[in-house]
């Protein structure tokens, strides 16, 4: 049930938000903290390492092949992320703040699973290029979640279709969904950054 992971805890002034961070596909639980401390500086940050091995490459779900995800893995582990998150909420005393996902790759699909198979773990999410993770049998209610997808034009993993079928599906739950296309391959710019910084201090002071 755990994972090796970092908790930032929350400045005196920050906002009452905690960000969990998901790293992409070879990633650590250090990669992505100046990425939220960059986003929300002051936010608490909880940053697990995902525990599947891929050739000694973490991620947070096994898959087949590229694209092709194991879903009964899939569907665990989301299930088995989201226990873990709200046990180091109460743990490090920030089960009051906002929880909202800053996932990147690998990341962003876990993050995404989880809005579809737990939706009220998460108050939002930050999906750098993401994909349709697993099509669940009923739509949840996303209506009180917002979500930032940040999609590349010319990504080779992430097609097109298919972040737009993601948007799709997590809007038909409610969910208000802030689609980006940036002119980027799978890696972030300074674009994405600088776009989902003024996405979540919108969303945090609304
Ligand atoms: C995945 O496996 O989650 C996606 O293919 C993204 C990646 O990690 O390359």
Redesign the pocket.
Known sequence: MTFNHRFVERAPDGPPVTLLLLH??GGNEDDLLPLGRQLLPGAALLSPRGKVLEHGQP???R?LA??V?DIDDLIARSHELARFVETALKTYHAEKTKLIAVGY??G???AASMLLLEPNVLSGAVLF?A?V?LVPPALPDLQAVSVFLSAGRMDP??PAENTQRLAELLSKGGAHVDLRWMDAG?GLTTADIDQARDWLMSVVSS
């Open positions: 992409g596909t991620r947070f779900f898959r590229e694209g995800f790759s690998n962003a699909n876990i290029r994909m993770p993993i992430v799978h």
